[in-house]
């Protein structure tokens, strides 16, 4: 028989590894690659290098999308030297999955590398100081995947604990945040390095009625975070205390939004009823999250750090929400200068609602000192966390 220790020494022992205070992004950082294209110029652009410009209905519909779709600009790994060394891209019936792959594969760790050094670079504290790194992106399924290479092309120590997760779409980098939060209030002195990273050529395909939304969306990226918690160092400066983190679930959305791998490359599927479902519930939603604080009287007394899915999807949020003009104004932004970056999106509406506090032009400065940060996933699922800015000089 083992021997038995009293509940108060396992009692002990727990309470001692975990942080003494509420968990805080110390850092963000962000990459994108050099191929940038113009929004209006998009259209053109892809029907070239696709080879479908005999597609007028479906050009013109392109366009159409393009020119509602809010976006001015948006960044690719992939280019048209690329798609055109590679026309299994463009012909389904071809397998392509295993050189989309390697091209992603490839081409992840660099991106996210250089997002992290600009979080590290921040953070103030040498990146061997990293206890653990956690990898989000719905653009490779490999194992050891690109947490492995980011790892090595960081400096971190081999035994950083290091998690990897896929698929999660839009919301994958609001769930990493929320892995981040628990692992650094649980482990005493632990700093996390986050990463949300995207290079969609998994997902680039020729036109189809189903493909055209998503190819007028998606563009390639990386965001990363350090998160910690207790004991700051002299160096350390907090951005957002993340005080609360929540999941739900919308009944009946199962079919709505999914993310397939196949042989072809990556698929999305994405509801036409998706904007009205996420108005719908939206509330009822982030109900339950902001009433322990006493914020769910207000909305429009809060900031709002949401992942722009798009367009339709930031409709919603405000109506379904009741917020008032420009309470969305860092995700419209960001959708405006980057496109929709999956799991990277949400630590550049992160950066940019930084920014707008400490800006000088009164238009655009944002003063709430509580906030939510706010994602979609597939299922639907709704990711939720509130969270405080950590310039107000406040901690409750």
Request: aromatic share 6%.
């Amino acid at each position: 028989m083992g021997t038995s220790r009293p509940v108060t020494v396992l009692e002990g022992v727990r309470c001692g590894q975990r942080a003494n205070g509420t968990a805080a992004v110390l850092a963000l950082g962000t990459s994108n690659p050099a191929n940038c294209v113009r929004q209006d110029k998009y259209a053109d652009w892809y029907f070239r290098v696709t080879k479908s410009d005999h597609l007028a209905q479906l050009k013109d519909k392109m366009k159409r999308i393009c020119e509602k779709s809010g976006i001015a600009k948006r960044y690719f790994y992939h280019t048209k030297e690329m798609i055109g060394g590679h026309p299994e891209f463009l012909d389904r019936a071809l397998p392509s999955l295993r050189t989309r792959l390697g091209i992603t594969t490839a081409a992840m760790p660099e991106l996210a590398a250089a997002a992290a050094r600009k979080a590290i670079a921040e953070w103030g504290r040498p990146a061997a100081d990293i206890t653990h790194l956690v990898v989000s992106t719905s653009s490779g399924v490999s194992s050891p995947g690109a947490d492995v290479r980011l790892a090595a092309l960081l400096g971190l120590r081999p035994t950083v604990h290091r998690i990897m997760h896929c698929l999660h779409g839009c919301a994958g980098g609001s769930v990493a945040l929320r892995l981040a939060k628990d692992l650094a209030e649980n482990n005493l002195g632990a700093r996390v390095l986050v990463v949300g990273v995207e290079a969609t050529a998994l997902a680039f395909r020729g036109p189809d009625l189903d493909a055209l939304l998503a190819m007028a969306l998606f563009g390639d990226g990386a965001g990363a975070a350090v998160v910690g918690a207790g004991p700051m160092s002299s160096v350390e400066r907090p951005v957002f205390r993340m005080v609360l983190a929540s999941q739900a679930t919308l009944q009946g959305t199962d079919n709505a939004v999914g993310i397939k791998v196949t042989e072809s490359g990556l698929h999305f599927k994405i509801s036409p009823e998706m904007p009205k479902m996420v108005r719908d519930s939206i509330k009822g939603c982030l109900a339950d999250t902001l009433a322990p604080f006493g914020l769910a009287s207000d909305l429009n007394g809060l900031f709002w750090a949401a992942v722009p899915a798009s367009p339709a999807i930031l409709g919603s949020y405000q109506t379904g929400l009741g917020l008032e003009p420009g309470k969305l104004a860092a995700s419209q932004r960001v959708l405006c200068e980057y496109g929709n970056m999956l799991a990277a999106t949400i630590f550049f509406v992160l950066d940019e609602m930084r920014c707008r506090r400490g800006s000088g032009n009164k238009e655009e400065r944002e003063n709430c000192e509580w906030g939510v940060m706010l994602a979609m996933g597939p299922g639907i699922t709704v990711e939720m966390m509130v969270l405080q800015a950590a310039d107000t000089g406040k901690e409750d």
